[in-house]
Nanobody
Framework: QVQLVESGGGVVRPGGSLRLSCRVSGYHMDMYTTGWFRQAPGKDREGVAC????????YYGDSARNRFTISRDKPNNMVYLQMNDLKPDDTAVYFCSADPVYYCGLWQSGFGSWGQGIQVTVSP
């Protein structure tokens, strides 16, 4: 089973940037595909970005495209989400999720293992 711990959230002004980190550990730690998801109050969970283990291919949800970047540091088992030009609508709890699979596939439905989530608030 994979364990996931998010960090790097906080409060930022509109137009600002944040980098979220996800530490991945546990069984199959050397073979995981990881995604970032978010959930705002009263809204459904939304897929933000995914990075495939096999080839590093990246995929983004519509709200993240051209503003957010997912990346990974495989030797240190870290996955990052760089968020730029943040908007109040980006306010949500952000989750890291992973499965021991090679590719993102139908990633927006989420994976089997989840972190506890971290709050990101974008406010003037």
């Amino acid at each position: 089973q994979v364990q996931l711990v998010e960090s790097g959230g906080g409060v930022v002004r509109p137009g600002g940037s944040l980098r979220l980190s996800c530490r991945v550990s546990g069984y199959h730690m050397d073979m995981y595909t990881t995604g970032w998801f978010r959930q705002a109050p009263g809204k459904d969970r939304e897929g933000v970005a995914c990075i495939s283990f096999a080839d590093g291919a990246t995929y983004y949800g519509d709200s993240a495209r051209n503003r957010f970047t997912i990346s990974r540091d495989k030797p240190n088992n870290m996955v990052y989400l760089q968020m730029n030009d943040l908007k109040p609508d980006d306010t949500a709890v952000y989750f890291c999720s992973a499965d021991p699979v090679y590719y993102c596939g139908l990633w927006q439905s989420g994976f089997g293992s989840w972190g506890q989530g971290i709050q990101v608030t974008v406010s003037p």
